[in-house]
């Protein structure tokens, strides 16, 4: 039996705040409706499953700031980020714009593909 997404998210979500503290507990504990649709409606199709993901996969940037993607499969290294215009333009400073780029970057020269 196939079962609902929503069952598989919600079991999903507890097992990965379960397992966080500090800044990724309090990030797991915001809106993650983009972040979910991306589960949904790519990810669980193409991949047949949420094992081995993670939310809001954390990394130290070469700055050594920490740093988040919305969902990492650290065993084929890649971060895939939710991207849509209000999250990551639509209202951003041009500080905001420099730190996104830049956390992008840093991802890559991390070894992850990053996967917008």
Known sequence: MVRSF????????????RHASGQR???LQRDLTGTKKLLEELLLPVLGTLDGLVLEFEMMSL???????DVGH???RTVFE????VTHAE???RDRFSFERARAR??????????P
């Open 6 to 17: 929503e069952k598989q998210y919600a079991s999903f979500w507890e097992e990965q705040v």
């Open 25 to 27: 507990l309090e990030m």
């Open 63 to 69: 700055s050594g700031m920490k740093i988040y993607g």
């Open 74 to 76: 650290p065993q084929i």
């Open 82 to 85: 939710e991207d849509s215009f």
């Open 91 to 93: 209202k951003i400073s």
């Open 106 to 115: 840093s991802v890559a020269i991390l070894g992850y593909t990053y996967f």
